[in-house]
Structures are given as structure tokens and as C-alpha cells.
């Protein structure tokens, strides 16, 4: 990962990662959610952190 701390906002995540177009910035959301339950599952907690006002951190300090 280029930048581990960086946080990325939710516009960022869905114009990078769900290139649909007709996507929400919800749809990001729901996404990380069963992101973290999956590895919530493999004992890996904290990641993606919540980064209030900006979207989320995948490295780094939370």
C-alpha cells in the first residue's frame, strides 16, 4: 500500500473501487461493513478504520 495512513473519503472509494456509476456513497459503506465482519471472522479488528468527517484508513494508525 502506497499510503498507509491516508484516508480516503467514501467519493474516492466508489469512483475507484465500484465504478458502476449509479452507486451511492452508502454503497461504500455497506461494503467496508461486510469487509470488517470477514475479518472480524480471521480475528483482524480495527481495519478499516472510521476516520470521522473523511472516510476510511486501511493502514496505519487509526
Known amino acids: ?3 498507509p495512513k491516508r484516508a480516503f473519503s ?5 469512483v475507484n473501487c ?11 459503506d455497506s461494503h467496508i ?3 470488517r465482519k ?3 471472522a480471521l ?3 480495527g481495519v478499516p478504520a472510521s ?3 473523511v472516510g476510511y484508513r486501511f493502514g496505519g494508525e487509526a
Open 10 to 14: 467514501r467519493e474516492e472509494l466508489l
Open 43 to 45: 480475528d483482524i479488528q
Open 18 to 28: 465500484l465504478p458502476e456509476g449509479d452507486s451511492q456513497e452508502r454503497t461504500v
Open 51 to 53: 476516520v470521522w468527517g
Open 33 to 35: 461493513s461486510k469487509l
Open 1 to 3: 500500500m502506497r499510503s
Open 38 to 40: 470477514k475479518l472480524e
